[in-house]
């Protein structure tokens, strides 16, 4: 059975940090490119950040210089530290396993809130 599940989410001023991380079991960790994506109220859900095996990272613009992706394929964990957040960063944030030879194979977490307010 896969799992992956997320944990670090709550509520944060504007300009705080926070650090999400994400446990995959069930898989072979290895295989699977590991990412955190996320979903504003209204919005549609949107990548984050992706990291490969080998540490090759894709992020989008709007976290670059704030966020930073991490995975720890010893212990089957990615993280996301989030620095620097501001209140358009509110979202449910979900953690990702896309399988880097068969892209259609993929799970998510359950999701973890982030809340940016002051």
């Known amino acids: 059975q896969v799992q992956l599940v997320e944990s670090g989410g709550g509520l944060v001023q504007p300009g705080g940090s926070l650090r999400l991380s994400c446990a995959a079991s069930g898989i072979i960790f290895t295989a699977y490119t590991m990412g955190w994506y996320r979903q504003a109220p209204g919005k549609q859900r949107e990548l984050v950040a992706t990291?490969?095996?080998?540490?090759?990272?894709n992020s989008a613009d709007s976290v670059k210089g704030r966020f930073a992706i991490s995975r720890d394929n010893a212990k089957n964990t990615v993280d996301l530290q989030v620095n620097s957040l501001k209140p358009e960063d509110t979202a449910v944030y979900y953690c990702?396993?896309?399988?880097?030879?068969?892209?259609?194979?993929?799970?998510w977490g359950q999701g973890t809130q982030v809340t940016v307010s002051s």
């Open positions: 990291i490969t095996v080998g540490g090759l990272i």
């Open positions: 990702n396993a896309r399988h880097a030879a068969v892209g259609r194979l993929q799970y």
